[in-house]
Structures are given as C-alpha cells and as structure tokens.
C-alpha cells in the first residue's frame, strides 16, 4: 500500500525492460534494486523481505565491526545486539519500501567512517567513504547530510596539518561527486535538468513547513499516499500559478519558494512548529501512517516483545548517554554523534515519520553501544551521563496529544488504504477495530464502515453507519450526499421485498433532502413516481 505499492510498480516496469524518461520523482536506488531482485527472482513481494532480511544481519554485523574497531569488543557486542533487538527496526527491513535497506546503507557509511576514523585517512579513504555516503542517498537522502557533518569536522582538526585536511576534504568530494555526477548528467540528458537526484524536495518542505503545515506527512493528491497522483499533482499546481507547463525539477523549485514564502509571512508560527516537529522527531510514539511500526506491533507476538526490550524510547536514553560519556573520553566518536543528530535534523527540517528517522539509527546504535561500554568502567563523569539518559527518556516519553489513541489512529489509515485499494474485508476488519477505542466525538471510523458496506451491498448497515456520522458531525456534507447514495440503494432493495411503504420512506427523504446531490434527489422523485403509477 502507499509508497510500497508505488516502488513495487516501479520495479515491475524496470524488470521488464521499461526505463524512466523522466527526471526521477523519488530516490531511485531501492526501486532499481527491487527490480533487480525481481528480474533475477520473482515479482512477490516476498522476495526482497527476505533479502533485506539477509542484508539487515549483515548491517548489525559492520555496526559491531564499526564500534569493535573504535571503541572495543565489548562496544562491538551491544552494538550489533542493539541493532539486531531494535523492534521497529524488523519491521521496517520487511517493507517493500527504500527503509528495508536503511539499516544496510547506513552501516555501510558507519564502517567506512569508523575506518577513517580508526587510522586509515588516506585520500582513497576519504573517496570511498563519500562515494558510500553519496550512493546511499540515492535512497534515503538524509544520508547527504552526513557530508558537511564529515567537511566540517576535517576542517576543524586543527592537530592536523591544514595540507591534509584539504586532501582529505578533496577526497570525499571527488567519492561524492562520482556518484552523484552520472544521476545529474542522466536527469539532464532525458530533461534537459541539472537534477541532483529527485524532484520531490521542494514539495517535501512545503508539506513539512508551508502554511497548515503540522509536522507531519499531509496529502495535495485527489488521492492522498498515491505518490504517482502526487507527482502529477505538485507540477499541475505548479503550472496553475506559473501560466505554464512546467517541468519536475521547475515544479519542485517553485513549492520550494513558495514555503520560503510562507515561513517569511509568519516566522513565529514556523518556530513553533519546528519546535514540535523536534519533540515528535524524539518522541518514542511515531505518528500514525500505514507503513507505521505502532500499526502492527500489536499483531506481532515477535514485535511486541521486541518492543518491550527495546524501541525508539529506549534507544534515545542510551544514546544520550553514550553522547556524553564519548564526547570527550573518545573524540573520534564525535562525528558519528554529530552525524547522528545532524539526520534527525534532517527529518525535522522536513516532516516527520519513524521510518524516515530510522536513517539515524546505525549511527545511534554505535555511540549507545560504545557508550554503554565505557560507561560501565568510567571513574567520573556518570552522573551527567546519567542524567542526559533521564532527561532524553522523559522527553522521550512525553504525553502529547499526539501520541493519543496511536493504535486507532493506525487502523483506521489502514482501512483506508486498504479500502482504496478494493480491500474491503481488511478494510472493514481495520474500521472495526477502532470503535472500541473511539471516543464519542469521532464520525472517522463510521463514515469508513458507510463507504465499504455502500461498496459491498449491505445498505442497511451503511445506512446505520452513515447516520451515526451525522449524528456526531451534523454540517459535514459528505455524509448527506453519502446517505443519498445509501438510501436510494436501501429503497430498490425495500421495493424489491415488496415493501413498498418502506421504498417510499427511503424515496422520500432523499427527494427532500438538502445535502444530497441533485442527481439523487431526482432520482429518488423519478422512483416515487413510477411507485405510484
């Protein structure tokens, strides 16, 4: 569903032998993968859950070799378990989505910054590193961030000869530019665009910035997560307000400036915003989304129990532990910290989901392990480690509204999903589940239930499920064109019974029924008429 249904079509058009004339509307590299995997496998969606599967024990395994080579057998050992325990992590290596390869990618960029780090700061180091850093990108774009964090912290090492640092600098721009130079000549050459990658940055910051905007994931599509509707979409509107057709890369840049736009109209309302999409970055809740962890660990025996041991929640307190304790007993540890929060920074500056700071994780996982480790020998300095633990679990754990009926929230865009995709039993099973967890005031679930019993011929439960909406929510006129719909359906199948008098009640509130269209209404008067005869 979502993304994944949207990379699963992608991957299918490549292992047939299409190839994309367009600038690339999102990052390529998973999609190219999957549809490797599915021109040397199969085209089951189980074929690359049980690659990423493989391909994720082999991320914990460079995330122990990373933190054994800095910091010591036993950093090595609690970093790779962290890795392997991280429940949301399993999840997410599961899905037909660029985050089951996150934990790959970024441990990769780990083990070669950790190889720098460690004593092999050749100019062929720094070039493979920033060539590592730059093919992961083409995935999960945070990953460039970790370029500048590597710049900054090569120009500040001022034990260094400054002669070194610039060729160490050189280099992992050289490994950078190796990569990234074939993408932006390939989107030039079909586009006539300098495109480094995608084109979906600048709707992506509006989403997470523009005016409404809330923090987390919001639909311009007429049909919302269907990111080939969103494409068309963005560049349509685009063109609306330039008076002309644009291109993707003309299309990004101008919702780009129009966020730059709105941010400069009401700066204070921005930096509310950022600072909550910095507590829902560091929240242990993650928002609601049919791709979401907290949708389906109730339904996993293995992630729940997963999930007791060890979650977003539990990995942010030892993480601000081993911070501290590395900062200054380790100071090669520093660019893996600052990296670390220089991705979650990333997600923040755009909008927020848990698979998107999941990209920080192998970068998390080593400095907790590696602090762990040497918190346990350490003399002095654990009481402000401790503390930077407590204070990042209450932050952790803060109850926001937000976090207020995760698992409803989760179900219902599921049903809804589901329910796009002609899935009405799943659909329906989701919009269930959520009643008992509804508070009064709520109309989403039931107006759910009206639309796949309208789709799957049970009138009568539609009609039930349709009124509740408008008991609840009275001025919300889809209910009314809905119970239109419903209640022309409820009188042929009363005409049908023989029970005329219950066919013209149902006739005769949708000819006299304000909210409902006036194709119903003249139905409905077209029906009464011919009953009469």
């Known amino acids: ?85 991280y429940a949301p992590g399993v999840f997410y290596d599961l899905l037909v989505h660029k985050s089951g390869i996150a934990l790959l990618l970024g441990s990769l960029i780990v083990f070669f910054v950790t190889r720098f780090l460690a004593g092999n700061r050749t100019m062929l180091a720094t070039a493979v590193m920033g060539g590592v850093t730059a ?20 120009l500040v090492s001022r034990t260094i000869a400054w002669q070194q640092r610039m060729r160490w600098v050189c280099g992992l721009l050289l490994g950078v530019s190796l990569v990234q130079v074939p993408f932006i000549a390939r989107n030039y050459m079909v586009a ?25 994931y919001r639909s311009i599509s007429s049909n919302p997560g269907n990111i080939q509707f969103e494409q068309q979409d963005s560049m349509r509107i685009a063109s609306m307000a330039l008076g002309r057709q644009v291109s993707g890369g003309e299309a990004s840049r101008w919702w780009l400036d129009r966020a730059w736009r709105e941010i400069a109209a009401q700066p204070s309302a921005w930096f ?38 060890l979650r977003f929640g539990m990995l942010l307190p030892f993480f601000a532990i081993g911070a501290v304790v590395l900062w200054n007993t380790k100071k090669e540890s520093r660019p893996i910290i600052a990296a670390s929060m220089a991705i979650l920074c990333g997600v923040i500056l755009f909008f927020v989901f848990g698979r998107y700071r999941y990209a920080a994780a192998p970068f998390m996982f080593v400095v907790a392990g590696s602090g762990a480790a040497a918190f346990a020998s350490m003399s002095r300095g654990k009481l402000a480690a401790a503390i930077a633990g407590i204070a990042a679990c209450v932050i952790a754990f803060l109850p926001l509204k937000n976090s207020h009926n995760a698992h409803l929230n989760n179900y219902l865009l599921v049903g809804e999903r589901a329910y796009a995709l002609n899935r009405f039993d799943l659909a329906k099973g989701m ?24 789709q799957t011929g049970e009138w009568e439960m539609a009609e039930i499920n349709i009124r509740r909406v408008i008991a609840v929510q009275p001025d919300f006129p889809k209910a009314y064109n809905l119970l239109g719909q419903i209640l022309l359906n409820v009188g042929d199948a009363r005409a049908r019974m023989g029970d005329v008098d219950g066919a013209i009640k149902s006739y005769s509130e949708v000819a006299s029924m304000g909210g409902a269209v006036d194709a119903d209404r003249q139905s409905a008067r077209s029906r009464l008429e011919r009953l009469a005869r």
Not at 192 to 216: D, K
């Open 135 to 154: 093919l992961a990108a083409m995935a999960i774009e945070h990953y460039l961030i970790v370029v500048p964090v590597m710049v900054v912290w090569m």
């Open 192 to 216: 006539g665009e300098p495109v480094v990658a995608s084109s979906s940055a600048g709707l992506n910051f509006w989403i997470g910035n523009g005016r409404g905007a809330s923090g987390h």
């Open 431 to 454: 919009a269930l589940r959520t009643l008992p967890l509804a508070p009064p005031n709520w109309a989403a679930p039931y107006d759910l239930l009206a639309q796949i019993y309208l």
């Open 272 to 309: 509310r915003l950022m600072v909550k999409k910095a507590g829902l970055a560091l929240l242990d809740f993650e928002l609601p989304d049919e791709d979401a962890f907290g949708a389906y660990v109730a339904e996993s025996r293995i992630l729940n129990t997963l999930g007791g041991i």
């Open 1 to 85: 569903m979502g993304d994944s249904l949207y990379y699963h079509e992608w991957a299918l058009r490549l292992a047939a032998g299409e190839s994309d004339k367009s600038v690339f509307f999102q990052a390529p590299l998973y999609p190219y993968f999957l549809g490797a995997l599915y021109w040397l496998f199969s085209p089951d969606p189980w074929t690359p859950r049980v690659v990423q599967a493989i391909l994720a024990g082999a991320g914990c395994m460079l995330l122990s070799l990373s933190a054994f080579r800095l910091f010591g057998r036993r950093a090595g050992w609690i970093a790779g378990l962290l890795a392997a325990l």
